[in-house]
């Protein structure tokens, strides 16, 4: 049951699900549409799910410019909000850019992504067209999977994460994210990434007497999700599995200063850069009437950059730590920490 | 095979894993059906009556179970000639049971039987009426008279219907 939800889940997600991906009884969407068509509607569709996924990704790495004494470390959980910004709760449509989907009412509309409107009437109506250009269908363009604003009061999306940080020599900090490869029913996950935080204060005296810790920071991330999609009653389908990879890249400019012994306020300017790679890899037959799907049907590929601002203040208790921070970048991310620091 | 057997359980997949609202649930699926009426090509009037299930419609019927109601947005028609036929002009006038009581649905009064096709004139009451017929029983009596300056008149009479199902996979 859970490697079937898994694999639902997955399918979904990338708009190709079918509750019988494999059975002969039905067809695939992309035999109907077109491979070029199912790809384009969906690369535009979860668009934002996937920038989302890579701005919260590059998030939360620090929440001060100092850095530990050697020996000294910190283990911080943070909660990251990714705010969706309203130009991309909808996606531009356009049907010269389609063979056989086409909206009905004009020549381009904007329709719902991932997180876009879920009201049928906000949602306009498309023409679907055989090879020959015959109406097969006319039906409501889809809903947004997820309404953010109900589920979550904000247009935001959640991303959690968590690292540790140790102290090396000249105040130069390594920064550990990992998941160690869990194996479940049906899939595995893992996640390993780095970053190294350097004090720059210490280079220059006027700096260091001001009390105001300057660092750099380079950090980089990978995760990597994959879901096993045989199925078990066909043959052609061994080894067939879903394939979710994301890597994020974060280079950043981070200021701090320490006030009454427990609050610090920080900033941070910089780039951050993530990309992500969903596949379907192997065969999935479908009804013989059909063209079948090519080999590895499935190749969604996203990237996207940003430089950003980051303020924010953290207040440490002994050894907890509490911070909130605001990254201004495209998908602005407003990020909640709670740690312990030792040194 | 066609098109809606895909999107159902793509559709329900979809909304079923990601959890939607009610909103999400909601969709309007719109297809062109269509109904042949045969006729004796030996006779210069004929009439055809033939109930219409369209909620049965092969295309239709798999969003039977979700289907809140029914809208017929247009009539349409096609001709269809065999290669005996002879006959070039004809009429062809439709009436159909809304309720128990016979009403007129169109009327072709100069038909040229060569001709493919075209839109059927119909009232905005008279869809409306048969989108209530069509929720109601789910079936359409009609009835087609057809007539032909010749015989053998060899042609047959389409009648489609531009039909759209008001479905919210949520009702289940």
């Given amino acids: ?343 | 095979m066609n098109i809606s057997q895909v999107l159902l359980p793509l559709l329900v997949g979809l909304l079923f894993t990601m959890g939607c609202g009610d909103q999400a649930s909601r969709f309007d699926f719109s297809k062109v059906i269509a109904f042949e009426f045969t006729r004796n090509p030996q006779a210069t009037s004929y009439d055809t009556l033939a109930n219409l299930d369209v909620v049965n419609f092969d295309d239709l019927k798999a969003y039977k179970k979700y289907g809140e109601g029914y809208r017929v947005n247009q009539l349409m028609y096609e001709i269809v000639v065999m290669e005996e036929n002879v006959a070039d002009l004809g009429a062809i006038s439709g009436t159909v049971s809304i309720s128990g009581q016979e009403q007129d649905l169109f009327e072709i009064s100069e038909l040229s039987i060569s001709s493919e096709g075209g839109v059927l004139t119909v009232s905005n009451e008279m869809l409306i009426a048969l989108s209530e017929e069509i929720d109601r029983v789910g079936v359409l009596s009609v009835s087609i008279h057809s007539e032909a300056d010749e015989t053998p008149a060899s042609f047959n009479f389409i009648l489609k219907l531009d039909v759209t199902v008001s479905v919210n996979f949520d009702i289940l």
């Fill in chain 1, 1 to 343: 049951m859970i490697r079937t939800c898994l694999k639902l889940f997955f399918l979904s997600v990338v708009l190709h699900a079918s509750f019988s991906v494999h059975a002969q009884d039905e067809t695939d969407i992309y035999a109907q549409i077109g491979t070029d068509d199912a790809r384009q509607f969906v690369e535009d569709y979860l668009r934002p799910f996937y920038n989302g996924i890579g701005f919260g990704f590059t998030s939360g790495w620090y929440n001060t410019a100092a850095t530990h004494d050697q020996w000294g470390f910190d283990f911080t959980v943070s909660a990251n909000l990714v705010f969706v910004p309203s130009e991309d709760l909808a996606f531009q449509f356009r049907n010269s850019d389609y063979e056989k989907i086409q909206v009905v009412s004009a020549d381009e509309a904007r329709l719902s992504t991932v997180f876009g409107s879920q009201v049928k009437e906000e949602r306009p109506e498309l023409r679907i067209t055989d090879d020959d250009g015959q109406e097969l269908i006319r039906l409501t363009s889809p809903p947004g999977a997820v309404n953010l604003k109900e589920e979550i009061s904000v247009n935001a999306l959640p991303l959690p994460m968590y690292q540790l940080g140790f102290g090396l020599i000249r105040h130069t900090d390594i920064k550990v994210r990992v998941l160690p490869k869990i194996n479940f029913e049906g899939g595995s996950v893992y996640m390993l990434g780095f970053g190294l935080q350097h004090d720059l204060a210490q280079w220059f005296r006027l700096l260091d007497a001001q009390d105001i810790s300057i660092a750099f920071l380079g950090a980089f991330n990978n995760l990597t999700a994959r879901f096993d999609l045989e199925d078990d009653e066909d043959p052609r389908t061994a080894g067939d599995k879903g394939v979710f990879n994301i890597n994020g890249t974060n280079l950043q400019l981070i200021a701090s200063k320490e006030y009454v012994n427990f609050l610090t306020i920080f900033g941070g300017f910089g780039y951050s850069r993530a990309g992500s790679r969903t596949q379907l890899l192997g065969a999935y037959p479908i009804d013989e009437r059909f063209t079948q799907l090519p080999e590895d049907p499935l190749d969604l590929r996203y990237g996207n950059s940003s430089m950003n601002l980051s303020v924010g203040l953290r207040i440490k208790l002994v050894f907890l730590t509490f911070g909130v921070s605001h990254t201004f970048q495209k998908y602005q991310v407003s990020t909640a920490t709670l740690g312990i620091s030792v040194r």
